[in-house]
């Protein structure tokens, strides 16, 4: 033993002459560097050593280390990596196997180390990661609740993680103790520093540091070498050996107000939740920290802070515990959170039975009834007031129920004072019927209206209806008003609406609570009674208190539809766009209503500010073309804001209206409003507004499912509108996507009546993918209605070999007619003779189906050309054919007599035959 102490001890004395021989020759290179005038600091510093030296020198051979110079640049090399030096081979011996295990975590402990010294983590960042296997706070939080609960299960289950992570953490946990050696070392440390050779003390600091990293000593001794000089660095360090011997609840609350000092409030918290782990039980650290986490705005840890305050506390602090679990429950009652609420109260209840008082037993019982606990109300009730009841049973059961709940108190007061207040020791009566029930006139009345809500909601109404004459004609409504509406309230819930009415008339009439609140209820019970005339009286006061209430308006405006009186509903549900923030489902209802009683144009603005909301108001017909594309909604609002932005405006309108956030009505509906809108525009005729309205739903996201329907309507509308130009920008886009019959019918009907000649370009464009299409009909056609007959007939010739058919006959007889009526064609006879040729064709292709129409096609040719024998001819041929049940069916647009009788009596007119001619307009054509 004594060899191995003196073996130590020479070890020690070694390590401090090697580090004390770099520090010098740190000193002499950095002045012999100064004299040469070179500021650069060598990286490898190579040290000579004379034969005297070396002999000088008494130490063993073996143990002849290499002295180097250390060169620190910067925070980074403060603390080297953990690999243990030749010269420490003891600890090598020392080192147990589970050590062995945890080389790795040491590595990151120190690189975490590294990056909080270099700046890149914060203290409060180092803290979490270091410590991110052993939270017990989180464990004694989920612990306690677990218990206040009473689940048996849960708390075996709580406690078996707590003691699985316990086993974990004494796994992981690290060599913090120096071994004997180093301790020396350390005690030489100290000693330098106090002689004053601090570079020496640091040195040795960092030996220690990078042979055992998580010993607090060596940092503690550099926060202070550094206390004075680097008070940053200084306190770096002291946290770090803060963190390694965290038990010193003093030591953390002196590096919190450091950090404070510094202006860190974050890293001060972190500082006294250390503290508070080291000492659970200070309220005076829970209040520090909790008031710095106020001014730093987080709320959930400052209520968080003191709920794990009350769990800790004993009985003992039954003052503080009534305190700050009346705090939170005021708090997360604020914001809501009633489940918090109850959790905190039930400590009161738990661990203070003692000092409960009636403003605990209101707190409580009003959580539980607004968790709708009523059963475990009641049993707080009966526990804590004079409140008494009586159950349905026989005495033996009766006797041995009392017997068995004096035993139950015993063992439980004797056992666990928690599972008292919480399992009250009446349970096994409430199974038991209640027959009866004696509340004193001692009960304060707030616990008085808590009993009759209670009896109310277990469905005791009978009882409760006993209990309410002595309730409302001994209390004040003025005084106890909130408390009438609360009983009328938990009738109205069990549709009790005229004993509800008993309560709320003296409210109604009182001058504290008649609000807009109690009114409203008021109304409710009357609609709950089918009185639709004081209900409507009642929603009136509703709306003349609080004239912003959307639901009471809403609700007044159905008894008016009810009643048949929908002026007065649309005017209740009136909002003005200028001043008031609109409310989509209201303005929904009253657009309705409009349209119902046939004010249209007021249905049609309260439409268009309905759609306004998620629709692009169109400010001038030019904005149009940006639309007219079968793109996307979000394509049509970059290229109006891009058009809008050329002309120096927004895209959005100034004055525009504000509406509530509200889902309603539904996009179905309000689609299947637009339809009703757009139905509503043809219907009267309103073409430019049915444009106006189609065009605008194509810029609603919300519409953006239904964009392929809209723009077909937008086509309709430019049909009807006679707008070729838009029309034809959106009929363009169905040709290309879908070349069917209808889509080439389409674009025929928007040429027709087109101002230019785009769509010759776009048609020639396409021209030459099949052999046979409309599309080659429709370019023939150009031709023929321009002029260029030659061509037109050149096309129909065309199509006509590949796919005879009776409208392509008539097309070339029609073509060849008006060839042949021109000035300076040649071979008339020829074209009119190949022309009648076709017409024949034609009438054979069109079959005994289209007789009459071919009969009038035939006569028409004939007047054409000035046969009028024949035309006479044919068009009486037209007057005696029997059409057949299609044209029968639809006379006022295929029936041609109407037609032929009229051109009859253009050709006796021109032969001075009026009587003839009369004739024929008195017996077919009548206006």
Not at 594 to 616: D, I, N, Q
Not at 734 to 751: A, D, E, M, T, Y
Request: contains cysteine; hydrophobic residues 40%; aromatic residues 8%.
């Amino acid at each position: 033993m004594e060899c191995n102490a003196n073996k130590r001890n020479n070890d020690s004395m070694n390590v401090i002459e090697k580090i004390a021989m770099e520090v010098q020759l740190e000193k002499s290179t950095a002045d012999d560097l100064a004299v040469s005038g070179n500021n650069n600091v060598a990286s490898v510093i190579i040290e000579e050593l004379d034969e005297s030296a070396i002999s000088s020198m008494d130490m063993d051979i073996n143990e002849f280390v290499e002295a180097r110079a250390l060169q620190i640049r910067d925070v980074k090399d403060v603390i080297p990596n953990s690999t243990f030096s030749p010269s420490c081979n003891f600890n090598k011996d020392n080192m147990d196997m589970e050590d062995q295990d945890m080389l790795l975590t040491i590595d990151e402990e120190d690189q975490l180390t590294k990056q909080f010294l270099n700046g890149e983590l914060t203290f409060s960042e180092y803290s979490s990661r270091m410590d991110q296997d052993t939270d017990l706070e989180m464990i004694e939080n989920d612990t306690s609740r677990a218990i206040i609960g009473f689940d048996h299960v849960a708390i075996q289950k709580v406690v078996e993680q707590k003691q699985h992570k316990t086993i974990n953490v004494r796994q992981k946990k690290k060599r913090r103790v120096l071994p004997p050696v180093l301790q020396g070392l350390m005690g030489e440390a100290n000693l330098r520093f106090a002689k004053g050779e601090v570079d020496l003390a640091a040195k040795i600091c960092m030996e220690i540091i990078r042979q055992v990293p998580s010993a607090p000593e060596p940092f503690q001794t550099l926060a202070m070498i550094y206390e004075n000089d680097q008070p940053e660095k200084s306190l770096q360090f002291a946290l770090i050996a803060a963190h390694l011997s965290p038990k010193d609840a003093d030591q953390w609350v002196r590096l919190a107000n450091l950090s404070l000092e510094s202006g860190d409030i974050k890293q001060a918290i972190t500082c006294y939740s250390k503290a508070i782990q080291a000492s659970p039980k200070d309220i005076s650290l829970y209040e520090t920290r909790a008031q710095l986490q106020e001014q730093n705005g987080d709320k959930k840890a400052y209520l968080r802070g003191y709920t794990k305050l009350i769990h800790q506390l004993e009985t003992e602090d039954g003052e503080y515990i009534m305190k700050y679990a009346k705090m939170l429950a005021k708090r997360y009652m604020q914001e809501d959170n009633n489940e918090q609420a109850l959790e905190a109260v039930e400590i009161i209840f738990v661990k203070c039975p003692d000092l409960i008082t009636l403003e605990e037993v209101n707190i409580m019982t009003e959580l539980l009834i607004a968790l709708k606990q009523f059963q475990r109300c009641l049993d707080i009730l009966v526990k804590y007031t004079n409140i008494q009841i009586r159950y349905k049973k026989n005495e033996e059961k009766e006797e041995r129920t009392v017997a068995n709940n004096a035993k139950a108190d015993k063992e439980e007061e004797c056992s666990n004072a928690k599972r008292k207040a919480v399992s009250p020791t009446w349970r096994s009566q409430n199974s038991d019927e209640i027959e009866s029930c004696d509340v004193p006139d001692n009960v304060v009345v707030d616990l008085k209206a808590k009993f009759l809500i209670i009896l109310i909601e277990l469905d005791y109404i009978s009882i409760a209806e006993k209990l309410l004459p002595n309730f409302y004609m001994r209390e004040n409504p003025e005084i106890s008003g909130d408390l009438f509406l609360d009983v009328a309230e938990a009738l109205m819930g069990k549709k009790e609406f005229h004993r509800a009415m008993i309560l709320l008339d003296p409210l109604v009439k009182s001058s504290n609570f008649s609000l807009a609140a109690v009114w409203l209820r008021h109304a409710e019970c009357w609609v709950g009674c089918n009185d639709v005339d004081k209900a409507i009286e009642s929603y009136e006061a509703v709306r003349k208190l609080s004239p912003q209430h959307l639901g009471a308006r809403l609700a007044l405006a159905k008894l008016y539809k009810k009643s048949e009186r929908y002026d007065k509903a649309i005017q209740v549900l009136y909002q003005d766009p200028e001043s008031d923030t609109l409310d989509s489902d209201v303005l929904y209802q009253r657009t309705l209503l409009l349209f119902k009683v046939g004010r249209y144009e007021e249905y049609f603005s309260s439409g268009m500010l309905l759609f306004s909301r998620h629709c692009v108001n169109i400010r001038r017909k030019v904005e149009l073309n940006a639309l007219a594309r079968a793109t996307g909604v979000r394509q049509r609002l970059d290229s109006l804001q891009l058009r809008r932005l050329s002309c120096g405006e927004k895209l959005e309108d100034e004055n525009a209206p504000t509406f509530t956030t509200n889902a309603r009505p539904s996009e179905k509906n309000e689609f299947l409003l637009f339809l009703q809108m757009c139905k509503l525009a043809y219907k009267l005729n309103k073409y430019g507004f049915l444009q106006r309205l189609c065009f605008t739903a194509l810029t609603s996201k919300r519409f953006k499912n239904r964009d392929s329907h809209i723009i077909f309507l937008c086509l309709v509308s430019c049909i009807h509108n006679k707008d070729s130009f838009y029309g034809y920008n959106i009929v363009r886009e169905f040709v290309r996507v879908c070349q069917k019959s209808n889509s080439w019918n389409l674009l025929n009907i928007i040429i027709q009546r087109a101002e230019d000649l785009r769509h010759n370009r776009f048609i020639m464009r396409l021209l030459g993918r099949d052999v046979f299409s409309y599309l080659h009909i429709m370019h023939a056609n150009n031709c023929l209605v321009s002029g260029t007959y030659k061509y037109a007939l050149n096309g129909y010739m065309s199509l006509f070999k590949v796919a005879p058919s009776a409208l392509l006959a008539l097309l070339i007889g029609v073509t060849q007619l008006h060839m042949a009526c021109q000035k300076m064609s040649a071979k008339k006879n020829q074209l009119v003779i190949q022309a009648l040729a076709f017409f024949k064709k034609y009438m054979q292709l069109r079959g005994e189906e289209g007789q009459q129409e071919t009969y009038y096609n035939m006569a028409r040719a004939f007047h054409q050309i000035g046969l009028l024998p024949s035309a006479i001819h044919f068009y009486k041929l037209v007057l005696k054919e029997n059409p057949g049940d299609l044209v029968k069916q639809h006379a006022n647009l295929l029936d041609l007599k109407k037609e032929a009788a009229f051109n009859l009596h253009l050709i006796y007119l021109q032969s001075d035959n009026h009587l003839l001619a009369r004739m024929y307009l008195e017996n077919y054509i009548t206006v």
